[in-house]
Each structure stands twice: as C-alpha cells, then as structure tokens.
C-alpha cells in the first residue's frame, strides 16, 4: 500500500502534466530561499486571483515532464521551484508574483511560464504583469474604434450646420420680393 504522502506527490505530478498538456497557463519561479510564512503570504495573495502555487522538486517536475512536447521549459525547472497555476485569467497573477518578488528579491525569482501554449522567459513575464486590466485594455480598444468614428460624426453634423448657415445668409442678403398687384381686381 503507498503511503500518504507519496499519493500526495503523484497527484501533484499528474495534476501538473495534465495542466501542461491541455495549455494551460503556468508562471515558474525559483524559490529557493523562500521561507514558509513568506510562502503561505504569496499563496494567500495569489487566491485572491483564483490561482494556487504549488512548490516541487528537481525530480517531480522532470517526472511530470516526461513524454511531454515541451522541451524547453525543462530549464526553468532547475533547483526549488514554485509553479503558479492562474485561474481564468493570467494578468492579475503575474501581477501578483511580480509585485511579491519586487518585495522578496534575494529569496524569490521569476524564471518564466506558459501563457497561451507560448514559453516566455522572465522578462516577458514582467512585461505581461504590467499590462492593465482585461477591461481596461478592452476599453482603450473600444476608445480608439470609437475615435475616428466621433470625428466622421463631428465633420458631418458640422458640415450640415455650415449648409444651413450659407442658407440662412443667402436668404438674408436676397431682396424680398414684392408683391405683385393684380390689375382690376376691385377698382
């Protein structure tokens, strides 16, 4: 019968080389000077983003490596690594991981990630952490569609009001035209 713990490490194993097979999101970080309660305040402040950290061994991660594509992301996982598996979205957790390393440089580093099925090193992942918000972005998106059609709107509405105007003073400068009398109506 196998023991508690070693059930323990292979779901840990198999939950990693299911996440890396289906392409989902994962940011990779050295941890290996990172004390347990410095730990645990990270995993709180990742929750709040809905993601959870998980720290491995050299040799759990290679296992859970093996028969994968991915051979380049082998490299990230030398020595104590912590594997940071976002929720639904990937900003505000690398938002998080970075801010806390900032705090925690000489314990903690980013070594890089999967976003997307792409590897990113370390420095894309800080890139990715100082993009704004999903909605944020969405709305400059919206801003910038939104932009020249306000403009086309403004030169039309503008133009109108120039074609009244030029009609306003047409009429103004225009004599009045008398009116003409009717000969032998009533005299």
């Known amino acids: 019968m196998a023991s508690v713990g070693r059930m323990v490490k292979e779901s840990i194993v198999e939950d990693l080389r299911r996440q890396?097979?289906?392409?989902?999101?994962?940011?990779?970080?050295?941890?290996?000077?990172?004390?347990?309660?410095?730990?645990?305040?990270l995993r709180r402040k990742l929750?709040?983003?809905?993601?959870?950290?998980?720290?491995?061994?050299?040799?759990?991660?290679?296992?859970?490596?093996d028969g994968l594509k991915m051979t380049d992301i082998e490299a990230m996982f030398e020595g104590s690594v912590g594997i940071i598996l976002p929720g639904d979205d990937v900003l505000p957790t690398a938002k998080t991981?970075?801010?806390?390393?900032?705090?925690?440089?000489e314990q903690m580093a980013v070594k890089g990630g999967v976003?997307?099925?792409?590897l990113l090193d370390a420095e894309r992942i800080k890139q990715l952490a100082s993009l704004p918000p999903k909605p944020?972005?969405?709305a400059q998106v919206l801003g910038m569609i939104e932009a020249p059609l306000a403009?086309?709107?403004?030169?039309i509405e503008r133009l109108i009001g120039d074609i009244a105007w030029i009609a306003e003073q047409a009429a103004a400068a225009k004599p009045a035209a008398?009116?003409?009398k009717q000969e032998g109506a009533g005299s």
């Open 20 to 41: 890396l097979n289906e392409g989902s999101d994962v940011l990779i970080a050295s941890v290996n000077r990172l004390s347990a309660p410095d730990a645990d305040m």
């Open 47 to 65: 929750s709040t983003s809905q993601a959870r950290m998980v720290m491995i061994k050299r040799r759990l991660s290679k296992r859970a490596l």
């Open 97 to 105: 991981l970075v801010d806390f390393i900032k705090e925690h440089a």
């Open 115 to 118: 976003v997307d099925g792409q």
């Open 136 to 138: 944020v972005l969405l």
């Open 151 to 155: 403009d086309v709107i403004f030169t």
């Open 178 to 180: 008398e009116p003409v």
